[in-house]
């Protein structure tokens, strides 16, 4: 803890910006004392801290203070954050203090678009792809840039995305080394600071993106007022609603694991609760609200809003409210059903009673298995553990990152020199590709017609295939793009609520969407024009293409501890005619121990939750697998992995041989050989263990 005079010196050296950040405050937070000074002194950090301890606050104020002290030129600031949705709610809360201090703020996303480049603001807030957008077609915007903030970054490490933001910032580096060399700005130098509220490997992740970082943490966990109850339907979750007005909930956010699940549940609130025989009447009266992708953004802002402002309401939502947008003080997290990482659950608690040292948590459960995790993450969540992270590098993103990289280049082709920029690590001169890699990649993209060999001058330039890429605006991405769906519009407006992907909507069906009732007055192709009847009941439920939940090995092992499960079994029982081995490894590890049996016993299964499913008994058997084996099964069916892993859009522009030996990687053999190796499949008997066991499928 620093002394007094520690902190009046911190005090004193925020000159300008003290008043403006921390007045109202009166002091600093653990964080924000640790990290000034350093920020101050121009190093690389990351700085890890919980949700709502001053995270945007200690890194923002230092380099205001810096920006006014040394008068630096606009566009001197990047914020890069993870969301749309976390960029405008950056900029709200960062314009009205910025302002006061002089300094120009601008958001930059597809939902805003417009910058003024020939008068760039001092301070920009935007996505890794907004980003990537304004690098490759107006490179000389960042030749002033003095300092990069990425927010959230274990959103981003660990994925597709990651590892463009790795990149982008390469580049970025060497436009400004260029721009010294011409005398175009002062300084190469690029501050990379990083903020995370959940990291396990924080060294790890800080030196995938900084410089010589240093890792700055600042412990401090509230606690965790939690019940868990039982949920065999939506009443349960109503008659729990109806006490809470006396228990001094007054706004709860409610965490659901699909969209159709937040559509039916807030439907079911706005309707009048039944407790007894009697009903009693909605505690939120029309101030229930639903968030999720799905519905359009204007839609979203305004829920988010009317949520954040409203002394009392209730917001059922996806992960898409996990982040830390702005939605007010909540007096209670409701989860439905468990999250499948520690990291998600400290986010999802972290939004509620962000003024207090304790959360208030109320988890409902619909079976034994969610009861356990609900569980398990609460000790992990109190026990300070964190999700184990294995990085890996996705090359699929050099092949984005080289078709945004020829927009950037002045030339429009790109040479051995140019791909470097990309390759290389500027600091140790490691490279993500080999000589002979580097050259199978661009063989098989000019092959491909993705990159084309001009005839009059040397380097690649852009194919057909590239061109079309260019055509749609998808250079700049490696978020999988969704599929075009129906849009739902007011009939009376003629706003646009949101998007579903059902295709055989009728006129007179009713439904539920944002938390309204809306009944179909006309479908026109792809067009459905609805109007709000909130005294309908839905006829119909929609349904929602997402991502498949997957438990991860780490949690899968903790429920395996739980029932009973030895480190060196496998245990195997018969129920209703089918027999299930209970693993416990977790996805993917499950389906390729699915694989591993059928080759090396023959055994037929299907994966079914945390175990495997047949009509055949199990062998009785110790499993020992040789890593080269399961190297082969991966490689083998490696498209499979590829969707499971999320290896990013550009994969399948990659060369085969790359594209398995990318799979193999990730999915890492050897810890899988570690997971299952020496277990014996035992056969169980006793209906009590049975019983037991069947608790976490």
Same mark, same amino acid.
């Given at each position: 803890m620093l002394s007094r005079e520690e902190l009046l010196r911190i005090k004193r050296a925020l000159k300008y910006t003290w008043e403006t950040f921390f007045s109202q405050f009166g002091r600093f937070t653990p964080i924000q004392e640790k990290a000034i000074p350093i920020i101050m002194s121009g190093e690389d950090c990351l700085l890890a801290s919980r949700t709502a301890s001053g995270k945007t606050e200690a890194v923002m104020a230092p380099l205001i203070e810096l920006l006014k002290n040394e008068q630096w030129a606009r566009l001197s600031i990047l914020y890069i954050s993870p969301t749309r949705a976390l960029v405008n709610d950056l900029f709200r809360r960062l314009e009205p203090r910025l302002a006061e201090l002089g300094v120009s703020v601008r958001p930059r996303t597809g939902d805003s678009p417009h910058l003024d480049t020939a008068d760039p603001p001092s301070v920009l807030v935007t996505t890794p792809e907004s980003f990537d957008g304004l690098l490759s077609r107006t490179p000389r915007l960042f030749i002033n840039t003095k300092a990069v903030v990425l927010d959230e970054i274990h959103l981003l490490d660990g994925s597709a995305r990651g590892d463009q933001v790795r990149l982008l910032l390469r580049r970025l580096r060497s436009l400004k080394a260029s721009a010294v060399d011409k005398g175009e700005t002062d300084t190469a130098q690029l501050q990379t600071i990083a903020l995370s509220a959940t990291v396990?490997?924080?060294? !790890?992740?800080?030196?995938?993106?900084?410089?010589?970082?240093?890792?700055?943490?600042? =412990?401090? /966990?509230?606690? @965790? %007022? #939690? *019940?868990?109850?039982?949920?065999?339907?939506?009443?349960?979750?109503?008659?729990?609603?109806?006490?809470?007005?006396?228990?001094?909930?007054?706004?709860?956010?409610?965490?659901?694991?699909?969209?159709?699940?937040?559509?039916?549940?807030?439907?079911?609130?706005?309707?009048?609760?039944?407790?007894?025989?009697?009903?009693? !009447?909605?505690?939120?009266?029309?101030?229930?609200?639903?968030?999720?992708?799905?519905? =359009?953004? /204007?839609?979203? @802002? %305004? #829920? *988010?809003?009317?949520?954040?402002?409203?002394?009392?309401?209730?917001?059922?939502?996806?992960?898409?409210?996990?982040?830390?947008?702005?939605?007010?003080?909540?007096?209670?997290?409701?989860?439905?059903?468990?999250?499948?990482?520690?990291?998600?659950?400290?986010?999802?608690?972290?939004?509620?009673?962000?003024?207090?040292?304790?959360?208030?948590?109320?988890?409902?459960?619909?079976?034994?298995?969610?009861?356990?995790?609900?569980?398990?993450?609460?000790? #992990?969540?109190?026990?300070?553990?964190?999700?184990?992270?294995?990085?890996?590098?996705?090359?699929?993103?050099?092949?984005?990152?080289?078709?945004?990289?020829?927009?950037?280049?002045?030339?429009?082709?790109?040479?051995?020199?140019?791909?470097?920029?990309?390759?290389?690590?500027?600091?140790?001169?490691?490279?993500?590709?080999?000589?002979?890699?580097?050259?199978?990649?661009?063989?098989?993209?000019?092959?491909?017609?993705?990159?084309?060999?001009?005839?009059?001058?040397?380097?690649?330039?852009?194919?057909?295939?590239?061109?079309?890429?260019?055509?749609?605006?998808?250079?700049?991405?490696?978020?999988?793009?969704?599929?075009?769906?129906?849009?739902?519009?007011?009939?009376?407006?003629?706003?646009?609520?949101?998007?579903i992907e059902e295709k055989n909507i009728q006129q007179r069906d009713v439904f539920a969407l944002g938390a309204n009732i809306l009944d179909v007055a006309r479908v026109d192709g792809h067009i459905v024009s609805v109007n709000i009847d909130n005294k309908k009941q839905a006829s119909r439920n929609l349904k929602f293409r997402s991502n498949v939940r997957s438990l991860p090995y780490h949690l899968a092992r903790m429920l395996g501890d739980l029932v009973g499960i030895a480190e060196d079994e496998m245990p195997a029982f018969e129920l209703s005619g089918r027999w299930h081995l209970v693993h416990a490894v977790g996805e993917p590890f499950g389906r390729m121990l699915g694989y591993f049996l059928s080759q090396e016993f023959g055994w037929k299964s299907r994966g079914k939750g945390g175990a495997l499913e047949s009509k055949h008994r199990p062998p009785e058997a110790v499993i020992k697998a040789e890593e080269s084996q399961i190297r082969d099964l991966v490689r083998r069916d490696f498209e499979r992995f590829e969707r499971a892993l999320q290896m990013g859009p550009f994969q399948s522009y990659l060369p085969s041989s790359m594209r398995e030996h990318s799979v193999e990687s990730l999915f890492n053999p050897s810890r899988f050989c570690k997971a299952v190796n020496g277990r014996r499949i035992v056969l169980v008997e006793d209906q009590a263990r049975m019983s037991r066991l069947c608790e976490i499928l």
């Amino acid at each position: 803890m620093l002394s007094r005079e520690e902190l009046l010196r911190i005090k004193r050296a925020l000159k300008y910006t003290w008043e403006t950040f921390f007045s109202q405050f009166g002091r600093f937070t653990p964080i924000q004392e640790k990290a000034i000074p350093i920020i101050m002194s121009g190093e690389d950090c990351l700085l890890a801290s919980r949700t709502a301890s001053g995270k945007t606050e200690a890194v923002m104020a230092p380099l205001i203070e810096l920006l006014k002290n040394e008068q630096w030129a606009r566009l001197s600031i990047l914020y890069i954050s993870p969301t749309r949705a976390l960029v405008n709610d950056l900029f709200r809360r960062l314009e009205p203090r910025l302002a006061e201090l002089g300094v120009s703020v601008r958001p930059r996303t597809g939902d805003s678009p417009h910058l003024d480049t020939a008068d760039p603001p001092s301070v920009l807030v935007t996505t890794p792809e907004s980003f990537d957008g304004l690098l490759s077609r107006t490179p000389r915007l960042f030749i002033n840039t003095k300092a990069v903030v990425l927010d959230e970054i274990h959103l981003l490490d660990g994925s597709a995305r990651g590892d463009q933001v790795r990149l982008l910032l390469r580049r970025l580096r060497s436009l400004k080394a260029s721009a010294v060399d011409k005398g175009e700005t002062d300084t190469a130098q690029l501050q990379t600071i990083a903020l995370s509220a959940t990291v396990s490997d924080p060294d !790890g992740v800080a030196s995938r993106y900084c410089l010589n970082p240093v890792v700055i943490k600042a =412990d401090g /966990k509230r606690s @965790i %007022d #939690a *019940e868990f109850i039982p949920m065999r339907s939506a009443m349960d979750l109503q008659d729990a609603i109806t006490t809470f007005q006396k228990r001094g909930i007054r706004k709860a956010l409610a965490f659901c694991a699909s969209r159709a699940e937040c559509e039916e549940l807030a439907a079911a609130i706005r309707r009048e609760p039944k407790v007894g025989r009697g009903f009693v !009447g909605n505690p939120f009266g029309d101030n229930v609200f639903v968030h999720h992708a799905s519905l =359009d953004r /204007k839609v979203r @802002i %305004d #829920a *988010e809003h009317r949520f954040a402002q409203g002394q009392v309401g209730i917001c059922f939502a996806t992960s898409t409210l996990e982040l830390g947008i702005d939605i007010g003080d909540i007096d209670a997290v409701i989860l439905i059903g468990p999250p499948y990482s520690i990291g998600s659950f400290l986010q999802r608690i972290g939004r509620g009673n962000r003024r207090t040292n304790k959360t208030t948590l109320v988890g409902f459960y619909r079976s034994k298995k969610e009861f356990h995790l609900l569980n398990l993450l609460l000790r #992990a969540a109190e026990n300070g553990e964190q999700d184990e992270i294995f990085y890996s590098f996705r090359p699929s993103v050099i092949v984005q990152q080289l078709l945004s990289y020829l927009k950037q280049r002045p030339s429009g082709t790109l040479d051995s020199g140019s791909l470097r920029v990309l390759l290389d690590d500027p600091r140790t001169g490691a490279t993500l590709l080999d000589a002979q890699a580097e050259k199978v990649l661009l063989d098989h993209l000019v092959s491909e017609d993705l990159l084309a060999e001009p005839r009059r001058r040397g380097g690649l330039t852009q194919g057909k295939v590239a061109h079309a890429i260019f055509e749609r605006h998808l250079e700049n991405s490696n978020i999988a793009s969704a599929a075009g769906g129906i849009m739902v519009v007011d009939d009376l407006t003629g706003r646009v609520i949101g998007e579903i992907e059902e295709k055989n909507i009728q006129q007179r069906d009713v439904f539920a969407l944002g938390a309204n009732i809306l009944d179909v007055a006309r479908v026109d192709g792809h067009i459905v024009s609805v109007n709000i009847d909130n005294k309908k009941q839905a006829s119909r439920n929609l349904k929602f293409r997402s991502n498949v939940r997957s438990l991860p090995y780490h949690l899968a092992r903790m429920l395996g501890d739980l029932v009973g499960i030895a480190e060196d079994e496998m245990p195997a029982f018969e129920l209703s005619g089918r027999w299930h081995l209970v693993h416990a490894v977790g996805e993917p590890f499950g389906r390729m121990l699915g694989y591993f049996l059928s080759q090396e016993f023959g055994w037929k299964s299907r994966g079914k939750g945390g175990a495997l499913e047949s009509k055949h008994r199990p062998p009785e058997a110790v499993i020992k697998a040789e890593e080269s084996q399961i190297r082969d099964l991966v490689r083998r069916d490696f498209e499979r992995f590829e969707r499971a892993l999320q290896m990013g859009p550009f994969q399948s522009y990659l060369p085969s041989s790359m594209r398995e030996h990318s799979v193999e990687s990730l999915f890492n053999p050897s810890r899988f050989c570690k997971a299952v190796n020496g277990r014996r499949i035992v056969l169980v008997e006793d209906q009590a263990r049975m019983s037991r066991l069947c608790e976490i499928l």
